[in-house]
């Protein structure tokens, strides 16, 4: 049973691009939660996604982040025109119910670097 | 708002015992969590308290008093490999989304 997976690993881009990270969550589970980790701090909250609905999306930037979880697929976290401050890991984590009482499994992270 | 507010580092011998500490403010509270995460990789679920008392998982306990928004988390008989970055965490009731404190990091030292 495999477990949350992310993709790529490691992305660098240059400033101004764009960047597509990936995440499958585990088999059976429908809710998919972005978290960003700047260097040297704590987990920060980004979305929460089901299949086909954004939930709950209170810590995204208001521009140039956006989020899917497509019927069939991986969810998608897109930031678009990059800048050096997007720098950091983005984890995802997926649970098989919403709420306080299910545990979240995360991903191995994308550690985004951009120049 | 919600903050939860732990110590920045914290240092010990293998063997040892360590206990770390977490305070909380939350508009609503629905359990303590607290996670594992060491150097590059990804947050691994250590524990979690809903109700107050003292929760055990081998060589991990894990504490909460509601009435003092306070918890901890206590590590027994540490190795080397206990030396990692410890989060606690409060849950969302409605949508489960969790909310960090700024992580411990535990040195192990021989």
């Known amino acids: 049973n495999a477990g949350v997976m992310q993709n790529p690993r490691h992305l660098v881009r240059r400033r101004g691009q764009e960047a597509r990270l990936r995440c499958s969550p585990m088999?059976?589970?429908?809710?998919v939660y972005w978290y960003r980790q700047l260097p040297e701090e704590g987990l920060k909250f980004m979305v929460y996604?089901?299949?086909?609905?954004?939930?709950?999306e209170s810590g995204m930037p208001k521009e140039r982040f956006s989020a899917e979880f497509p019927k069939e697929g991986p969810s998608i976290l897109r930031i678009q025109q990059v800048v050096r401050g997007d720098s950091a890991a983005y984890f995802c984590a997926s649970s098989p119910k919403a709420g306080s009482a299910y545990e979240q499994f995360f991903g191995p992270g994308t550690r985004l670097t951009v120049l | 708002g919600q903050s939860l507010e732990q110590p920045s580092e914290v240092t010990a011998v293998e063997g040892a015992i360590v206990q770390i500490n977490c305070t909380y403010q939350?508009?609503?509270?629905?359990?303590l969590s607290w996670y594992q995460q060491h150097d590059g990789g990804a947050p691994t679920f250590l524990s979690y308290?809903?109700?107050?008392g003292l929760e055990e998982t081998g060589r991990f306990s894990s504490f909460l008093s509601r009435s003092d928004s306070y918890g901890y988390l206590l590590l027994q008989e540490l190795q080397m490999k206990d030396s990692a970055s410890y989060f606690c965490?409060?849950?969302?009731?409605?949508?489960?989304?969790?909310?960090f404190g700024q992580g411990t990091t535990l040195q192990v030292k021989p």
């Open positions: 965490a409060v849950r969302d009731s409605n949508t489960g989304k969790l909310i």
């Open positions: 996604l089901q299949k086909e609905n954004i939930i709950d």
């Open positions: 088999k059976g589970h429908s809710h």
């Open positions: 308290n809903a109700l107050d």
């Open positions: 939350t508009s609503g509270f629905y359990g």
